[in-house]
C-alpha cells in the first residue's frame, strides 16, 4: 500500500531521474528552479484570466488540458527544488497545516475570509 509520503518519493526519484539522465543538475540550481517555479505558476494563472470565477464549467476542454499540464509542470519544478533543498514535502505540509490550524482557529474563521491579523 502507498502513502502520499511515497508517492511524493517516487515522483521525486522520477524528475530527478529525468534531470540527471540530462545532465540538467548543473542548471537546477535553487534560484534557477525557483524562477522556473514561477514561470510555470504564471502560465497556470493565463489560463484564467479573464474568467469570471475560474470554476470547471467555464473551461473547455482545450484549456483543461492546459491547467492540467501547468499544473504538472508547476508540481515538477516544485519537487525538484524541494529535491535540492532536501525538503520533505510531505512532512513540510504536515508541519504547515499543523501551523495553519494554530493560526486559523475553526470557530474564528468557519465561512470567512479574514487573515490571521484581523481577529
Known sequence: MTTPSSDL???????????EERDWQQFHTPK??????????????EHFQWLKTGEQDE???????????ELAD?????????????V???DAVIEKMAL?????PVEKVKGQ???????
Do not use: P, Q, T
Not at 74 to 86: G, Q
Not at 113 to 119: A, D, V
Open 74 to 86: 508547476s508540481l515538477v519544478y516544485l519537487i525538484r527544488l524541494a529535491d535540492r533543498l532536501d
Open 9 to 19: 518519493i517516487a515522483l521525486r526519484d522520477i524528475v530527478r531521474r529525468f534531470a
Open 100 to 104: 495553519n490550524r494554530e493560526k486559523y
Open 32 to 45: 534557477n528552479l525557483v524562477m522556473a517555479l514561477s514561470v510555470e505558476v504564471a502560465e497556470l494563472v
Open 59 to 69: 473551461l473547455d476542454a482545450v484549456r483543461r488540458i492546459g491547467v492540467r499540464h
Open 113 to 119: 475570509s479574514r487573515k490571521y491579523s484581523e481577529y
Open 88 to 90: 520533505d514535502l510531505y
